[in-house]
């Protein structure tokens, strides 16, 4: 059915038309049953190309190497390691981001300058670069590695998180998909994330971007674990014209692209939240009857990042008051006598006061995987989402000993 968007089975990184990948372990994290740490996005002709990257004042240089790569205009590949972030390192870190380029050009026989580097792993260490130099040129491009490509990019992550969604336009096939990494140091404006988008569409960089902007404004940017916010962030989208469609030039010409680049990134988006550092349940946070957009999703992201909030649901408390109290922080544009709250699907809030519910049927319902905590304001049209992990005493116990 035209416009129709249809989600692949196993679908992966590698889905649309001309895209490759690869990946090997290096030694770069700890050994590990078919464990990776370098990762290499491959396509067969030049992408167009969109990024948006950490609001952090402290940058790793290997985002710094890949906006300027950006600006060249031709990008065909990116290579990605974990185990560590290549930040904090001085000048160093610039120059070994450029040659893990270097190695890579080398290796595939293109450009220096149409090869993204991104890092994830511990601040403060030197990409180890005896073993990007010995490794990189050993990994093998296949239509077949996504999975792999996935793997190489975890740190703390419990699991993958890979998407791929296709879709019929005027005759032609286009294919988008996803990959990303992110359980720590999540909040909103970016998160402890990597994330990797692959399109065959046709599309110009400016619709490209505005696009992604859009998307990543509804999904990364609307989660948060922790309250911690990463000096590595990066979304890179990558379009090579494979599908061989029209060119889409416009917002309104990229309506069904929009739609489905917005389920990939907030597949990937709530796959983050729900994966965080000791995490057991996902908590989503639906705001509705706002003034204007923008108060929906500020509301919505204080709420998933207020530890009271992360606590009680850990704790199964149907502590309604913190609920409010986050609302409130966030100092949108509301009546609080008309507010009304809702757990699960339970209301226990009406006209900004406790209205009569049973407490142990709010208890159980805090038992589900997903907790969604619905606010409706009441003042106007204007709604959002936003997700985040509860707090857990594993999370505190594991990031004490992070680097131990």
């Known amino acids: 059915m035209e416009n129709e968007i249809k989600h692949i089975k196993n679908g992966d990184i590698c889905?649309?038309?001309?895209?490759?990948?690869?990946?090997i372990f290096a030694g770069i994290k700890s050994p590990g049953q078919d464990k990776r740490d370098i990762g290499i996005i491959f396509?067969?002709?030049e992408c167009v190309s969109a990024g948006t990257f950490t609001q952090n004042s402290v940058v790793s240089p290997s985002v710094t190497w890949t906006k300027e790569v950006l600006r060249e205009k031709k990008l065909r590949a990116v290579v990605v390691n974990s185990g560590?972030?290549?930040?904090?390192?001085?000048?160093?870190?610039?120059?070994d981001a450029k040659e893990t380029a270097k190695i890579a050009s080398?290796?595939?026989?293109?450009?220096?300058e149409s090869i993204a580097v991104a890092s994830t792993g511990i601040i403060g260490v030197e990409l180890p670069m005896a073993l990007m130099r010995k490794y990189i040129p050993k990994i093998e491009l296949s239509k077949n590695d996504g999975p792999g490509f996935a793997r190489s990019i975890l740190t703390t992550d419990k699991r993958t998180k890979e998407i791929a969604v296709s879709f019929d336009h005027e005759g032609s096939e286009i294919t988008v998909a996803g990959v990303a990494k992110g359980s720590g140091m999540i909040h909103p404006n970016m998160a402890t994330m990597l994330?990797?988008?692959?399109?065959?569409?046709s599309i110009d960089e400016t619709?490209?971007?505005?696009?992604?902007?859009l998307s990543v404004n509804k999904s990364f940017n609307q989660?948060?674990?922790?309250?911690?916010?990463?000096?590595?962030?990066?979304?890179?989208?990558?379009?090579?014209?494979?599908a061989q469609n029209k060119k889409i030039t416009s917002l309104e010409d990229a309506s069904v692209f929009q739609e489905a680049m917005d389920q990939v990134c907030i597949f990937l988006a709530k796959e983050i939240a729900k994966d965080g550092e000791g995490n057991t349940r996902l908590i989503e946070a639906s705001i509705s009857g706002a003034k204007t957009l923008e108060d929906a999703r500020k509301a919505a992201r204080f709420i998933v990042s207020s530890n009271l909030v992360k606590t009680a649901v850990y704790g199964r408390d149907p502590n309604w008051g913190r609920i409010m109290m986050a609302v409130g922080a966030s100092q949108i544009e509301l009546d609080e006598s008309k507010i009304e709250i809702f757990v699960n699907d339970i209301q226990i809030v009406a006209d900004g006061i406790s209205t009569p519910y049973n407490h142990q049927s709010v208890v159980i319902a805090m038992?589900?995987?997903?907790?969604?905590?619905?606010v409706n304001l009441n003042i106007g049209k204007e709604s959002s989402k936003a997700w985040g992990s509860e707090l857990t005493e594993e999370y505190v116990v594991f990031n004490s000993a992070y680097t131990t």
Do not use: H, W
Not at 84 to 95: D, K, R, T
Not at 106 to 112: A, E, F, G, T
């Open 15 to 23: 889905s649309p038309k001309g895209f490759l990948s690869g990946s």
């Open 43 to 45: 396509s067969e002709t």
């Open 84 to 95: 560590c972030a290549n930040c904090a390192v001085g000048n160093q870190g610039y120059i």
């Open 106 to 112: 080398n290796s595939l026989s293109i450009d220096l």
């Open 195 to 201: 994330s990797f988008i692959t399109s065959d569409i």
């Open 207 to 213: 619709t490209l971007r505005e696009v992604l902007t």
């Open 223 to 242: 989660i948060s674990v922790d309250g911690d916010q990463s000096t590595n962030d990066t979304v890179l989208a990558m379009a090579n014209g494979e």
């Open 367 to 374: 038992n589900q995987p997903i907790i969604r905590l619905k």
